[in-house]
C-alpha cells in the first residue's frame, strides 16, 4: 500500500497559489518527503524534498507540519504548464528502493 | 546531450516474444531504476540497480529481466512478453548520494498483441 494520501484532483486559477496537500501519518524519522510532477505524455520532474524544514527552491515551496504527518506543496504563482500529475512521496535516504512508491498522485488543472 | 535516454519510444509486439528496453545515462550515476506506469497504478518500480553488477527486485518484478554490465546502460528485457505488460516504462538515475533525486527518460510505449 501507498505510505501517502493525496487528493486525486485538484483545481487552480492561473496567477494563484496551489498547495497540494500529503498525508503521510506513518511516516518514519528517517524518512525523507519528496514530490515529483508528470506533465502529461513526459517523464516526472524531481521538484522538491525535505526532511523536517520547510524548503524552497526555483520551483516551489515544501511545508511539513512540524509532527512530519502531513505535507504541503506550495506553486507560489501556478501557470498553464503546471499543470501535470503531483506525486508526494516518502522514502529513507541511504537506502534500498524497493519500498518506494509512486501513488496516483493528484492531478492539478491550472484554469485561465 | 547529456541526459538520460530510452529506446525505442514506441513498441509493438505479440505476446510469447521476447522485448528488450534499452536506457542509457551520461551523467554516471550509480543508481538506475525501470518502472511501468499503467493508469489507476501511478508508477510502480521494477527493478533498480546500485551500480554495475549490482541489481534488486522493486515491486512488480515477474516477468522481467535486468542486467547492468555498464554504469551508463541498464536495459529491461521481457523474456516472453505477456499482454499484462502493455504499459509504459520509464528509466531513471540518481547520484550515490542517499537524498538524490531521480531523473527520469522519457518513456517507452510497450503494447503487446
Known amino acids: 500500500d501507498a505510505k501517502t494520501t493525496q487528493p486525486p484532483s485538484m483545481d487552480c486559477a492561473e496567477g494563484r497559489a496551489a498547495n497540494l496537500p500529503c498525508n503521510h501519518s506513518t511516516i518514519s524519522g528517517n524518512e525523507y518527503v519528496y514530490w515529483y510532477r508528470q506533465i502529461h505524455s513526459q517523464g516526472p520532474q524531481y521538484i522538491i524534498h525535505?526532511?523536517?524544514n520547510n524548503e524552497t527552491n526555483e520551483m516551489a515551496s515544501l511545508i511539513i507540519t512540524e509532527d512530519r504527518k502531513s505535507s504541503t506543496l506550495i506553486l507560489p504563482h501556478a501557470t498553464l504548464r503546471d499543470t501535470a500529475v503531483y506525486y508526494c512521496?516518502?522514502?529513507?535516504?541511504?537506502?534500498?528502493?524497493?519500498?518506494?512508491?509512486f501513488g496516483p498522485g493528484t492531478s492539478l488543472s491550472v484554469i485561465p | 546531450d547529456a541526459g538520460i535516454t530510452q529506446s525505442p519510444r514506441y513498441k509493438i509486439t505479440e505476446t510469447g516474444r521476447q522485448v528488450t528496453l534499452m536506457c542509457h545515462q551520461t551523467w554516471s550515476h550509480s543508481y538506475m531504476f525501470w518502472y511501468r506506469q499503467d493508469l489507476g497504478h501511478g508508477l510502480r518500480l521494477i527493478y533498480y540497480?546500485?551500480?554495475?553488477?549490482?541489481?534488486d527486485k522493486g515491486e512488480v518484478p515477474d516477468g522481467y529481466v535486468v542486467s547492468r554490465s555498464k554504469t551508463e546502460n541498464f536495459p529491461l528485457t521481457l523474456e516472453s512478453a505477456t499482454r499484462s505488460q502493455t504499459s509504459v516504462y520509464f528509466c531513471?538515475?540518481?547520484?550515490?548520494?542517499?537524498?538524490?533525486?531521480?531523473?527520469f527518460g522519457p518513456g517507452t510505449r510497450l503494447t503487446v498483441l
Open positions: 540497480s546500485a551500480a554495475a553488477d549490482i541489481t
Open positions: 525535505g526532511l523536517k
Open positions: 512521496i516518502v522514502r529513507v535516504a541511504g537506502t534500498s528502493y524497493d519500498k518506494v512508491i
Open positions: 531513471a538515475s540518481s547520484e550515490a548520494s542517499g537524498v538524490a533525486e531521480q531523473f
